[in-house]
């Protein structure tokens, strides 16, 4: 099965400075990587996914790089702000798989701590 | 994004009840669900996809008799916790896969249930 791996798994950085997040993946066939930002104690959410077919993907201060060959995918997030602070969770989706389709397999997580 | 409720957000009970959590789709229909546990300071780890009309697909080390997954109808998946103990004292999380008007699929999560078996 996918096996992914998510670095570091904390990360504090000064406020307005960036924050890079690392996940690599082992299954190929892999085509949809989600990042989702989870605050203590409420639920995971969506903040940008991009698939196999495209390299890179933007939204204002975030942004997700992939690199098929090397099998690894990274959250950017530019003038970090303190309500950036969260733990981040990479995940990886492959192809349809009969009963188990297109399960999403987890990073373990890196909490970010933007510091004022 | 697309809306998944989930019930009760919080959940105190006694060993050896029974815990019913409830998790629904409100603006969109999910033919799959899926159910997750998270421990603190932890990832969330699968439990269970659930089928709508069929039987839920269990991952490996999960007990189906104590973890009962019932997906009746489009927008409803229910997660029984029976026979609770301690050791089951976790956050519960449902999921659910919407296509969007791009032809992407994303996934959605509800909010959570924590559950404390005392």
């Known amino acids: 099965g996918e096996n992914v791996e998510q670095h570091p798994s904390t990360l504090s950085v000064q406020e307005g400075d960036s924050a890079v997040i690392k996940c690599t993946y082992s299954d190929s066939a892999s085509n949809y990587f989600p990042w989702y930002k989870q605050e203590l104690g409420k639920r995971p959410q969506l903040i940008i996914d991009?698939?196999?077919?495209?390299g890179e993907k933007k939204d204002q201060r975030i942004a997700v790089t992939l690199n098929k060959t090397a099998k690894h995918f990274s959250l950017h997030i530019t003038e970090t702000q303190p309500e950036d602070s969260a733990v981040y969770f990479c995940?990886?989706?492959?192809?349809?798989?009969?009963?188990?389709?297109?399960?999403?397999?987890f990073g373990k997580g890196t909490k970010l701590s933007v510091i004022p | 994004g697309a809306v998944v409720s989930q019930h009760p957000s919080r959940v105190i009970c006694k060993s050896g009840t029974s815990v019913k959590i409830e998790c629904r789709s409100l603006?969109?229909?999910?033919?799959?669900m899926f159910w997750y546990r998270q421990f603190p300071k932890q990832s969330l780890m699968l439990m269970a996809t659930?089928?709508?009309?069929?039987?839920?697909?269990?991952e490996q080390g999960v007990e189906k008799d104590k973890f009962l997954i019932n997906h009746a109808s489009l927008t409803l998946s229910t997660l029984t916790v029976t026979s609770a103990h301690p050791e089951d004292s976790s956050f519960y999380i449902c999921?659910?896969?919407?296509?969007?008007?791009?032809?992407?699929?994303?996934?959605?999560f509800g909010p959570g249930t924590r559950l404390t078996v005392l």
């Open positions: 991009i698939r196999s077919n495209v």
């Open positions: 995940a990886a989706s492959g192809a349809y798989s009969g009963a188990g389709s297109y399960q999403l397999t």
């Open positions: 659930s089928n709508e009309g069929s039987k839920a697909t269990y």
């Open positions: 603006d969109f229909q999910a033919t799959t």
């Open positions: 999921s659910a896969r919407d296509w969007t008007s791009g032809g992407t699929v994303k996934q959605f």
